[in-house]
C-alpha cells in the first residue's frame, strides 16, 4: 500500500513560508511524490511533483530527502489564498489514492 | 486553461430523483475516468473506474446499480446517482485519465467538483 503520513493540520503567519511534511517510508524506486491541494469547494489542484532531485515551479518547491522515505513542500509566501487541504501522493499506478492530507491555515 | 470540464457545479433535490453528473476531458482523450466522492472534512475516497467502452469497475462498498457510470465517448463520462437519498448526498470529482500519464511524467487532473444536495 503506497502510504504517506501527515500532519492534520498547521498554521502559518501570511507572508511567511510553510513547510508541510510527509512520510512515505514504503516509498519503491518507481513511484513519483505528488503534492496537491484542495481549497474549499473545489476539486484538487496539481502543485508539484519529483522523483528523487528537488524541484520548483511556480507555486511551490519540493524538498526530498537523499533516501526518499520523506519530503517536504515549501510555500514561500503564504498568502491567504494558499489555505488549503495539502495531499502528499506516492504515483504508483494510473489511479490517485488520497490520504487525510494537511489542512493549512494561514493567519492573517 | 482546465482540462476537465464538470456539470453542474451543485444540485438540490428531492429525495428519490436521480440525478446526472457529467464529466468532459477537453484536452485529451480519457481512455479513464476515474469518479471520487468527499464526505464534509474528509478525504476524497476512489468510487469506480471505468474505460471507455467497458463496464465500470467499483470499489468495495460502492452499490454499483445506486451509481450507474457511462463511458461511451473519449471525451465525456457520466455518473448518475439512483434513486437519491439523503445520505448520498456528498462532493462528487471525476478525474479523466488518457492512460500515459505515469510514462509521460504528467499530474492528474481534477474537475471542480458537483456538490450534490438531496432534501
Known amino acids: 500500500d503506497a502510504k504517506t503520513t501527515q500532519p492534520n493540520s498547521m498554521e502559518s503567519n501570511e507572508e511567511e513560508p510553510v513547510h508541510l511534511p510527509c512520510n512515505h517510508s514504503?516509498?519503491?524506486?518507481?513511484?513519483?511524490i505528488h503534492w496537491y491541494r484542495q481549497l474549499p469547494s473545489q476539486g484538487p489542484e496539481y502543485v508539484i511533483h519529483?522523483?528523487?532531485s528537488n524541484v520548483n515551479n511556480r507555486m511551490a518547491s519540493l524538498a526530498i530527502a537523499e533516501d526518499r522515505k520523506s519530503s517536504t513542500l515549501i510555500l514561500h509566501r503564504a498568502t491567504l489564498r494558499d489555505a488549503a487541504v495539502y495531499y502528499c501522493?506516492?504515483?504508483?499506478?494510473?489511479?490517485?489514492?488520497f490520504g487525510k492530507g494537511t489542512r493549512l491555515h494561514i493567519l492573517p | 486553461g482546465a482540462v476537465v470540464s464538470q456539470h453542474p457545479s451543485w444540485v438540490i433535490c428531492k429525495s428519490g430523483t436521480s440525478v446526472k453528473i457529467e464529466c468532459r476531458s477537453l484536452?485529451?482523450?480519457?481512455?479513464?475516468m476515474f469518479w471520487y466522492r468527499q464526505f464534509p472534512k474528509q478525504s476524497l475516497m476512489l468510487m469506480a473506474t471505468?474505460?471507455?467502452?467497458?463496464?465500470?469497475?467499483?470499489e468495495q462498498g460502492v452499490e454499483k446499480d445506486k451509481f450507474l457510470i457511462n463511458h461511451a465517448s473519449l471525451t465525456l463520462s457520466t455518473l448518475t446517482v439512483t434513486s437519491a437519498h439523503p445520505e448520498d448526498s456528498s462532493f462528487y470529482i471525476c478525474?479523466?485519465?488518457?492512460?500515459?500519464?505515469?510514462?509521460?511524467?504528467?499530474?492528474?487532473?481534477f474537475g471542480d467538483g458537483t456538490r450534490l444536495s438531496i432534501l
Open positions: 501522493i506516492l504515483d504508483r499506478d494510473d489511479k490517485i489514492i
Open positions: 514504503t516509498i519503491s524506486g518507481t513511484d513519483y
Open positions: 519529483g522523483l528523487t
Open positions: 484536452d485529451f482523450q480519457a481512455t479513464t
Open positions: 471505468s474505460n471507455e467502452g467497458s463496464k465500470a469497475t467499483y
Open positions: 478525474s479523466p485519465s488518457d492512460g500515459s500519464r505515469r510514462l509521460s511524467n504528467q499530474p492528474q487532473h
